[in-house]
């Protein structure tokens, strides 16, 4: 009879066992679930998340020659900026079309500058040097002589970029970022008085 219950015992003890392990299978099982499920989320949410980069002129607008006659009209401008390419929300690089950034006074052109492909880097911005050349000899019918007499002339900056961001070399996805900045100069001391970009 003691070798009967030894062995219930034994039997016992060894069911036990397998279903503690299982339990504890169980367990492993679903912390590692739950812990792909946040990393999924969280790598969905921050690195595989993309941004539209942003496309701006730098503040440093240093104005080289400036002529003005209010009387004329007309306008005669060059300065030196820059260009940058801001893509520090991105886990990814942004590889961007050759573009070209249009300057206007009341929606008439007044410059041009052409901006080469290229990439920014995942998480950094780009800045490229350039020099501006404006004129307004295509500027017709306008108070361009009433504002160049009040002291303060005002400009519009407009671009767009068309590019692929490429998160993980795996993933790409199209992004157009567009520029639109506001530059007020001070025509007395041919120097720039605001600059503002949406």
């Known amino acids: ?32 679930v739950v812990f792909q499920i946040i990393v999924i989320t969280t790598m969905s949410l921050t690195v595989m998340k993309v941004k539209t ?13 400036f002529e003005s006659v209010p009387a004329t009209p007309s306008f005669d401008m ?3 900026t820059q260009i940058r390419i801001k893509n520090s929300a991105n886990w990814g690089s942004y590889k961007f079309n050759a573009a070209n950034v249009t300057f206007q006074y009341q929606g008439a ?5 052409n901006i080469a ?3 920014a880097g995942w998480l950094s ?3 490229r040097n350039v020099e501006v ?5 295509e500027i017709t019918g306008s108070n361009l002589g009433s504002e160049l007499s009040s002291g303060v002339l ?32 001070d025509v007395a001391a041919k120097t720039l008085k605001s600059l503002q970009c949406k």
């Not at 052109?109 to 500058?113: K, L, S």
């Not at 900056?157 to 900045?181: D, E, P, Q, Y």
Request: charged share 25%.
């Open 1 to 32: 009879m003691a070798w009967k219950t030894n062995d219930a015992e034994s039997l016992q003890s060894s069911d036990e066992l397998k279903r503690q392990k299982k339990i504890k299978m169980a367990i492993y099982i679903t912390i590692f």
């Open 53 to 65: 980069p942003k496309f701006r002129l730098g503040s440093n607008i240093n104005v080289q020659s």
């Open 78 to 80: 060059k300065f030196t």
């Open 109 to 113: 052109t007044v410059g041009v500058i």
């Open 117 to 119: 492909k290229g990439k």
């Open 125 to 127: 911005t780009i800045k």
């Open 133 to 137: 050349n404006l004129n307004s000899s």
């Open 154 to 185: 005002t400009l519009n900056s407009v671009g767009r970029l068309n590019g692929k961001v490429a998160i993980m070399f795996i993933m790409k996805k199209k992004k157009a970022t567009n520029m639109n900045c506001t530059i007020a100069f």
